[in-house]
């Protein structure tokens, strides 16, 4: 069955290179939008915030859980890779750690505590999002660069930060946008408006800085005909950020019947990102030292993980579409009865 | 202090801090369970209320559990890099099972459970409800059969230094996982009844004693009677199973120094490493012969057998002492306070007062009870197979000692703030008591009361 499709050591790790992917495409774009609600947190009034947390209370948890797939999917399909990737991100992962401590008790925190209390627990819940998105920028930034750590590449990694957590703001803008109405969706087309601008450097900084790294990469996308054949990747980036930029500025309509369109742009943005990124790095894991092919466990390890994923994970998507289901439409009032 | 200690504190820590929160939801998610079926069944409102409560609790430990678990899976890379590196073809699919049945389970029907209950019907909250505790229990199973594993590894070979599975049935049903598991499993259900009982006893004292108490206080005794010595057997077998496989990790927790018959049961001593005898030593003769074998002249392992591969013997005898001692004491509070709702009808001050003391009782025994068998299996990491020192990273000392600082600075805050929120939660119950209450189950929006 193993040599079905060739040689299980060349297909299984593309395919748990490719799961890895996924899982973190959905990370980014579901933590992503209550992260960077968790952001916005900061400089909203005190009476919006409930509301804020009710657009994201049910969902929050299972977000997060991407994530430990994705980890656990290094851990488990790539250990070599998973140690080296980790222990040279020592810093920045166990700052993230602690925003994620933070923000995820912090939202359990703010509503079971006295009320002169809550305030505290607020700000730990917006100073902990802020703390996860710049430190994964950080290490997305760090990645980039080959994890080399020198003036210079530090000096990226902190544009990518801000522009990752501007990424996350302008897709938490827009859930809030879908999730809400009134003044908070006013307010929140303002906000995700603002992060376009951010999120359009971040991309266009990152498109320039990794052919320049790496000779490698330059080749993968100036030669022809790769350079004609992507184009499509960049252009359709702009176009759609663009697009974001206008139609938000004739949001909301009048019977709020394009809400979900920011919300749809923002996804497609991080799309695009993703798969420039993938095709950059394919197929290294650790980039130019270690491929997927190198770090891969042992391919019988693999099948039997694999077997499980496969009919676990679209059981996982059909229950998760479910609970998005369960609370679809605008947000209410978060209780237990 | 070198980079491998303060990385095994730094595990240690988080993995402490860890456990904490599962051990309380594993059980709990079916005692809440317990209440909605209960309220489906009877109707009466008083074990939605106590579901109403105890599902907050649940909420706040939950979120705990999630936060320090997500960190737990990074730390096996940061601070084990050679762990996975050395056995990853058989942790891995375990701990990916783990994430792929157990982790997406609970975290979205946790969704539903908690604020579902006005948007779906009331079998699906149910249904939900069960979801929910599957999804932990699992959890536990998984992360259950990876750690007894690492204790009784079997059904792999090694090939050029790494691990390979050769054998998945052996691994899963490894010899000493039924026993861990049912173990650990039985000490998640006492450190739920004890804080369930504790906190139905705090706020019996503050004069809330409102039917959704009771319940919950009947409930946590009972629990806690049933479960106690049902965990004194198990245990025994566990240890009867460490005494074959991990003689050295017994010895250390009798602090016994020569093998031979006649063993004494070391009740109090001061285990000398150097020296490698016991100070001030107070001894029942033949007790650990008449435990262990069962027998008095029935031979006993020594750790001079295992000398330089045995576990520190003082932190290991030490907690097992506090494991064990806590166990009586559950099972003389237990029934004492069974025995008293029983024929009393109610709890007297002082039973009240003792209950609450015993709240996170449940916490010390299974800490305890960890640090027995992980600290018991050292050097090794997985026994036999790899060292806690070759899987330990390169990260210099420093960073280690400063993240760790960090950690334990914020671990500190949660407990005290976590803590400091139930009993909030409990003095708050008492308070704020809708007059009126939705006496049929169909009505569930009738009287509303808020999540927050």
Not at chain 1, 174 to 184: R, S
Not at chain 1, 213 to 217: G, M, N, T, W
Not at chain 2, 374 to 378: A, D, H, Y
């Given at each position: 069955?193993?040599?079905?499709?060739?040689?299980?050591?060349v297909?299984l790790?593309?395919?748990?290179?490719g799961?890895?992917?996924?899982?973190i495409?959905?990370?980014?774009?579901?933590?992503?939008?209550?992260?960077?609600?968790?952001?916005?947190?900061?400089?909203?009034?005190?009476p919006?915030?409930?509301?804020?947390?009710a657009?994201?209370?049910?969902?929050?948890?299972?977000?997060?859980?991407w994530?430990?797939?994705?980890?656990?999917?290094l851990?488990?399909?790539?250990?070599m890779?998973h140690g080296?990737?980790?222990?040279?991100?020592?810093?920045?992962?166990?700052?993230?750690?602690?925003?994620l401590i933070?923000?995820?008790?912090?939202?359990?925190?703010r509503?079971?505590?006295?009320?002169?209390?809550k305030r505290?627990?607020d700000?730990?819940?917006?100073?902990?999002?802020?703390?996860t998105?710049?430190?994964?920028?950080?290490?997305?930034?760090?990645?980039?660069m080959?994890?080399?750590q020198?003036?210079?590449?530090?000096?990226?990694a902190?544009?990518?930060?801000?522009?990752?957590?501007a990424g996350y703001?302008l897709?938490g803008a827009?859930?809030?946008?879908?999730?809400?109405?009134?003044?908070?969706q006013?307010?929140?087309?303002r906000?995700?408006r603002?992060?376009v601008?951010?999120?359009?450097?971040?991309?266009?900084?990152?498109?320039?800085?990794?052919p320049l790294?790496?000779?490698?990469?330059f080749?993968?996308?100036?030669?022809?005909?790769?350079?004609?054949?992507?184009?499509?990747?960049?252009?359709?980036s702009?176009?759609?950020?663009?697009?974001?930029?206008?139609?938000?500025g004739?949001?909301?309509d009048r019977n709020?019947?394009?809400?979900?369109v920011?919300?749809?742009g923002?996804v497609?943005?991080?799309?695009?990102a993703?798969?420039g990124?993938?095709?950059s790095?394919?197929?290294?894991v650790?980039?130019e030292r270690l491929?997927?092919?190198?770090?891969a466990?042992?391919?019988?390890?693999?099948?039997?993980?694999l077997?499980?994923?496969?009919?676990v994970l679209?059981?996982?998507?059909?229950?998760?579409?479910f609970?998005?289901?369960?609370?679809?439409?605008?947000?209410?009032d978060?209780?237990?009865d | 202090m070198?980079?491998v200690?303060?990385a095994?504190?730094?595990?240690g820590?988080?993995?402490?801090?860890?456990?904490?929160?599962?051990?309380?939801t594993?059980?709990?998610?079916?005692v809440l369970?317990?209440?909605?079926?209960?309220?489906?069944?009877?109707?009466d409102?008083?074990?939605?209320?106590?579901?109403?409560?105890?599902?907050?609790?649940?909420?706040?430990?939950f979120?705990?559990?999630v936060?320090?678990?997500?960190t737990?899976?990074?730390?096996f890379?940061?601070n084990?890099?050679?762990?996975m590196?050395?056995?990853?073809?058989?942790?891995?699919?375990?701990?990916?099972?783990?994430v792929l049945?157990?982790?997406?389970?609970?975290a979205?029907f946790?969704?539903?459970?908690?604020?579902?209950?006005?948007?779906?019907?009331n079998?699906?909250?149910?249904?939900?409800?069960?979801l929910v505790?599957c999804?932990?229990?699992?959890?536990?199973f998984?992360?259950?059969?990876?750690?007894?594993w690492?204790?009784?590894?079997?059904g792999?070979?090694?090939?050029?230094?790494?691990?390979h599975a050769?054998?998945?049935?052996?691994?899963?049903?490894?010899p000493?996982?039924?026993?861990?598991?049912a173990?650990?499993?039985?000490?998640s259900?006492l450190?739920?009844?004890?804080l369930?009982?504790?906190?139905?006893a705090?706020?019996?004292l503050r004069?809330?004693?409102?039917?959704a108490?009771?319940?919950?206080?009947?409930?946590g005794?009972t629990?806690?009677?049933?479960?106690?010595p049902?965990?004194?057997?198990v245990?025994?077998?566990h240890?009867?199973?460490?005494?074959?496989h991990?003689?050295?990790?017994?010895a250390?927790m009798?602090?016994?120094?020569?093998?031979?018959?006649n063993?004494?049961?070391v009740?109090?001593?001061?285990?000398?490493e150097?020296?490698?005898?016991?100070?001030?030593?107070?001894?029942?003769?033949?007790?650990?012969?008449?435990?262990?074998?069962?027998?008095?002249?029935?031979?006993?392992?020594g750790?001079?057998?295992?000398?330089?591969?045995?576990?520190?013997?003082?932190p290991?005898?030490?907690?097992?002492?506090?494991m064990?001692?806590?166990?009586?004491?559950?099972l003389?509070?237990s029934?004492?306070?069974?025995?008293?709702?029983?024929?009393?009808?109610?709890?007297s001050?002082?039973?009240a007062?003792?209950?609450?003391?015993m709240?996170?009782?449940?916490?010390v025994a299974?800490?305890?009870?960890?640090y027995?068998t992980?600290?018991?299996?050292?050097p090794?990491?997985?026994?036999?197979?790899?060292?806690?020192?070759?899987a330990a990273?390169?990260?210099?000392?420093?960073m280690?000692?400063?993240?760790?600082?960090m950690?334990l600075?914020?671990?500190?805050v949660?407990?005290t703030?976590?803590?400091?929120?139930?009993?909030?939660l409990?003095r708050k119950a008492?308070?704020?008591?809708?007059?009126?209450?939705p006496?049929?189950?169909?009505?569930p929006k009738?009287?509303?009361f808020?999540a927050?």
């Open positions: 069955m193993m040599h079905l499709f060739g040689d299980p050591a297909w790790p593309v395919v748990f290179a799961l890895m992917g996924v899982s495409l959905i990370y980014v774009t579901l933590d992503g939008f209550d992260l960077g609600i968790g952001i916005l947190f900061g400089g909203a009034p005190e919006w915030r409930d509301r804020m947390i657009a994201i209370g049910p969902f929050w948890d299972a977000n997060e859980t994530l430990v797939l994705a980890v656990g999917l851990l488990v399909a790539f250990p890779a080296t990737i980790l222990t040279a991100l020592y810093l920045p992962v166990a700052i993230m750690l602690l925003g933070l923000r995820g008790v912090a939202f359990e925190f509503a079971k505590v006295e009320p002169e209390k505290n627990w700000r730990a819940f917006f100073v902990g999002s802020l703390m998105a710049l430190s994964q920028g950080y290490m997305l930034g760090l990645y980039i080959g994890l080399e020198t003036p210079w590449t530090i000096a990226f902190m544009l990518t930060a801000v522009c990752l957590a703001a897709i827009a859930w809030i946008i879908l999730k809400t109405d009134g003044q908070l006013r307010r929140a087309v906000w995700a603002r992060a601008g951010l999120v359009a450097l971040g991309m266009a900084a990152v498109s320039m800085a990794s790294v790496s000779p490698r990469i080749e993968k996308w100036f030669s022809v005909p790769e350079i004609i054949l992507l184009a499509p990747l960049p252009i359709l702009g176009v759609v950020l663009a697009g974001l930029w206008m139609v938000l004739h949001l909301p709020d019947r394009w809400d979900w920011p919300f749809a923002a497609s943005v991080f799309g695009l993703f798969a990124l993938a095709y790095f394919y197929p290294y650790v980039p491929t997927i092919y190198e770090a466990s042992a391919p019988e390890s693999l099948m039997v993980i077997a499980g994923t496969l009919f679209p059981v996982i998507l059909g229950y998760s579409a609970a998005y289901r369960v609370f679809r439409g605008k947000a209410t978060l209780r237990y | 070198d980079a200690m303060l095994r504190i730094q595990f820590a988080n993995i402490s801090f860890h456990i904490l929160f599962p051990t309380i594993i059980a709990l998610g079916w369970l317990y209440f909605k079926l209960a309220y489906n069944r009877t109707g409102i008083k074990w939605m209320d106590a579901y109403h409560f105890w599902v907050k609790v649940f909420a706040l430990s979120a705990m559990g936060v320090s678990g997500i737990m899976s990074f730390q890379g940061t084990w890099p050679g762990f590196e050395r056995v990853g073809n058989i942790a891995g699919p375990l701990l990916a099972y783990e049945t157990a982790f997406f389970l609970e979205v946790i969704g539903i459970m908690l604020f579902g209950f006005s948007r779906v019907s079998w699906v909250h149910t249904l939900a409800t069960v505790a999804g932990t229990t699992l959890s536990a998984w992360i259950l059969v990876l750690n007894s690492m204790h009784t590894p079997v792999f070979e090694m090939r050029d230094g790494v691990a050769t054998d998945w049935f052996a691994i899963i049903f490894n000493s996982m039924p026993y861990r598991l173990h650990m499993l039985i000490a259900g450190t739920a009844a004890f369930i009982a504790g906190i139905s705090f706020r019996w004069n809330d004693r409102v039917p108490v009771r319940a919950a206080l009947r409930t005794v629990v806690a009677a049933v479960l106690i049902v965990q004194i057997l245990g025994d077998m240890g009867l199973n460490t005494l074959e991990q003689p050295q990790k017994v250390a009798e602090a016994n120094w020569e093998t031979g018959p063993v004494p049961l009740l109090f001593a001061l285990p000398d150097e020296a490698r005898e016991n100070r001030f030593e107070v001894a029942i003769p033949n007790g650990a012969s008449l435990i262990l074998k069962h027998d008095p002249d029935g031979v006993v392992p750790l001079n057998d295992f000398e330089g591969e045995h576990p520190p013997v003082a290991v005898f030490w907690s097992f002492r506090l064990v001692g806590i166990g009586v004491l559950m003389v509070v029934w004492a306070t069974a025995w008293m709702l029983w024929r009393r009808g109610d709890l001050v002082w039973s007062r003792v209950l609450v003391a709240s996170f009782s449940g916490w299974t800490l305890a009870g960890w027995v992980e600290i018991g299996r050292q090794w990491l997985v026994s036999g197979v790899l060292t806690t020192a070759e990273s390169a990260v210099p000392a420093p280690i000692g400063a993240t760790l600082a950690y600075a914020i671990y500190a949660l407990i703030a976590y803590i400091g929120a139930i009993l909030y409990a008492g308070q704020d008591r809708p007059t009126m209450r006496t049929a189950p169909k009505t009738a009287v509303p808020p927050e």
